[in-house]
């Protein structure tokens, strides 16, 4: 019933609206209203952002992912939990621990990645350094896994945005594409 719903709202409303309206507003469809206050609270609270710069995003709370491999598919159990953190301080505060990381003469393999994404407004941690020296990295990922074990069952995933727009623009691509498809 809600892909229905989307895809006729596909043909009448712009990429934009359907972001507002689909990504932005409402309750999850992988977890209850209480479940998703918890973990916005808990990651707001963690890397010290507001409340409202937590986004669940993605399959979990559409109910369905707009990903072209995985286009139209069900949220199921081998679903993650994808957050966007949107906060123009943490993203800052990332990006110059990378750029001193780098200055020092440090490489990582998957620099190339990591810049791409960067231009485009927001940092993938799965592209970031992992090194003992990058303390960032490490302390996400064990954060999110203690996610895991106390808002499981599903795996937490999450990036950091540098504003909306930067949020907005990469969701609207999924949407754009949905559009051309039908």
Known sequence: MMIDQFKSDLTSLTAGQIFQ????????????????????????????????????????????????????????????IDVAIVCERLFERVWKEVYLYEKSGAFWPRKGDFRKYLSRGWIRPDMLPVSEVFAFSNDWWEYFRTLYETHGPYKITGGIYHSMFFLEQYQCICIEQCQAEL
């Open 21 to 80: 309206r689909y990504i932005l507003t409402g309750s999850c469809a992988a977890i209850d209203d209480r479940s998703a206050y918890e973990l916005r609270n808990s990651i707001s609270k963690n890397f010290t952002v507001d409340y409202n710069s937590v986004i669940i995003v993605g399959s979990a709370n559409l109910g369905f992912s707009i990903k072209p491999r995985k286009r139209f598919v069900l949220f199921g159990d081998d679903s993650d």
